[in-house]
């Protein structure tokens, strides 16, 4: 179920997401782990930056890992 926030709607995956302080495509990685959707976020990070350009800041890239519950190697 969808519910309007700041004039959009967003599905409860972005909900949950936006509520541990992590919004956008990495808030829903960390939610789909939660829910043993995917099994490890950093990989997929790594795939978003090498493929699509994706850009992470390291701090930002702790603070993701620290929150889904991983290490960076």
Request: charged share 30%; with cysteine; net charge positive.
């Amino acid at each position: 179920m969808c519910q309007r926030h700041h004039g959009h709607y967003e599905s409860r995956s972005h909900r949950s997401a936006r509520s541990h302080g992590v919004i956008g495509l990495v808030g829903l990685l960390i939610e789909a782990k939660r829910r043993h959707l995917i099994s490890a976020v950093a990989p997929l990070l790594d795939r978003l930056q090498r493929e699509a350009g994706f850009r992470l800041g390291t701090s930002f890239r702790q603070r993701v890992l620290k929150e889904a519950e991983e290490r960076d190697i």
